[in-house]
């Protein structure tokens, strides 16, 4: 069956979508911001790592409003990935998914992820508001770890969730305190069900991973600053473009800086830079700007202001959404490499493209609200990753101020954000089938 074959009424999503209340929505967004509050920047950074007290304590305080209204479940997994759930007419049919992640940067900003949770839970208000129950349950999903700025690598509820025989691998990561994953995933389960215990919450009582998904729709901000430079208020996104990461080391030999002569040095420095230009140089000559080449990460040794370096290691970071291009770095990267060197693939992920028909549902969705809007690559990862995998899935993004993001002066207009959620509210009411008034029907099969 096709996804849209059984799409709602869109008179019924424009009522909801016009539900959404913009200054709600900011209210979630800022009290969520206090949690982890840092006060720096434009807006006040925030540091709320994965899994640690503030993230706890910011996932009670995000589901205790539903907690406790009729029609409404919270759940936890085995990733610790938390599931605010709007039961439907039909609740044996898999769920409409939304939502994103509440873990931040060391130092971030209040948006991020932070704003796909409160955008999903904005429409869980404007459908109360109207009194309208959906065919299909909808969740909202708070996924865990996906900056990987604690436990390393990013992404770990949403990839264990798509594919739980991952999840082992994860549990014995340990934090920069010596904390492995497994503990504080036990932690977090032991203190959301300890809450709805006390508090007398309804409870999801199987959330198995891989759970059947009807589909997944992710809203973001952009983090980047194409959308605010066109003057547009949200991104269709259809595709997330691929990356690989490269370590590079170049070897030399130590001498004294003073009393070599340079036709005797093998100065691994002047060597690691002639490559680094040549790969810049590259990017900058390519005639693509979808092509990005990032050079993050270097390291000298022994790092001595009077000593020719004896070694040097390196960090390439391409991303484009064509495989081919990707090739042509790598093919560069061995090109120039000194005699010696070692090249080592850290990462390796193609482009992952989005549901053609959700794409088509979102531009749909813009264009009936009379949102301006384009569609977009995004250049970063996001928990729509490992989902698209599993599950029809698409992204919405709202515009970033000047593209600042994983900083304090992270920032989006309150009203971009409640455009980019009106339509995000347009499609879940779409996808979840059609709406009546809060009166349940016989379950029939999905």
């Known amino acids: 069956m096709n996804l849209l074959d059984e799409v709602g009424d869109a008179t019924v999503a424009h009522e909801v979508a016009h539900a959404v209340d913009a200054a709600r929505l900011e209210a979630r967004l800022r009290g969520l911001a206090a949690h982890g509050a840092v006060g720096t920047g434009t807006s006040g950074g925030v540091a709320r790592q994965a899994l640690s007290a503030h993230e706890l304590a910011a996932r009670r305080w995000l589901v205790q409003p539903f907690a406790q209204r009729p029609g409404y479940r919270i759940g936890i997994d085995a990733a610790a990935n938390v599931f605010v759930r709007r039961d439907g007419q039909e609740s044996k049919l898999s769920p409409v998914v ?9 130092l971030g900003g209040w948006l991020d992820g932070a704003f796909g949770v409160a955008a999903g839970l904005e ?3 404007a459908l109360d508001r109207l009194g309208l129950q959906t065919r299909r349950p909808i969740e909202v999903a708070m996924w865990t770890n996906e900056e990987g700025s604690r436990f390393a690598p990013g992404l770990m509820g949403s990839v264990a969730f798509t594919a739980p025989q991952c999840l082992d691998a994860f549990l014995g990561v340990r934090d920069g305190e010596g904390l492995c994953f497994e503990a504080a995933r036990d932690a977090a ?3 959301l069900r300890g809450e709805a215990q006390r508090q007398g919450w309804a409870w999801m009582d199987d959330t198995p991973l891989a759970r059947p998904v009807h589909c997944f729709v992710e809203a973001h901000i952009e983090q980047g600053p194409v959308l605010e430079a066109e003057g547009l208020q949200v991104g269709c996104v259809t595709a997330i473009q691929g990356v690989r990461w490269f370590r590079i080391t170049v070897p030399g030999r130590s001498a004294h800086a003073g009393t070599t002569p ?3 040095r093998d100065d691994a420095q002047a060597k690691a830079v002639r490559m680094a230009h040549a790969l810049l140089d590259h990017a900058a000559q390519y005639g693509d700007d979808r092509l990005r080449l990032t050079i993050g990460r270097w390291e000298c040794s022994p790092g001595s202001i009077n000593t020719i370096a004896d070694r040097v290691v390196f960090t390439v970071d391409a991303r484009h959404p064509e495989s ?5 770095v790598r093919q560069l990267i061995h090109a120039a490499l000194p005699a010696g060197g070692q090249v080592e ?3 390796d992920k193609p482009t992952v493209r989005f549901d053609a028909a959700l794409a088509s549902l979102a531009r749909e969705a813009c264009a009936a609200l009379q949102l301006s809007h384009r569609e977009m690559l995004s250049g970063a990862f996001h928990d729509a990753m490992p989902l698209a995998g599993f599950c029809p899935t698409a992204m919405l993004f709202a515009p970033s101020r000047a593209g600042v993001s ?3 002066d992270e920032d989006t207009r309150i009203d971009d954000l409640a455009a980019c959620t009106r339509a995000l509210a347009w499609c879940l009411a779409r996808l979840a089938g059609p709406l009546a008034s809060s009166i349940p029907n016989e379950p029939s099969k999905d």
Do not use: E, K
């Open 98 to 106: 939304t939502g994103s992640h509440i873990d931040t940067q060391p």
């Open 123 to 125: 429409v869980f208000d």
């Open 189 to 191: 389960v032991d203190d």
């Open 262 to 264: 340079p036709a005797s």
């Open 324 to 328: 081919a291009a990707l090739d042509a």
């Open 345 to 347: 693939v850290l990462q």
């Open 406 to 408: 994983h900083h304090p």
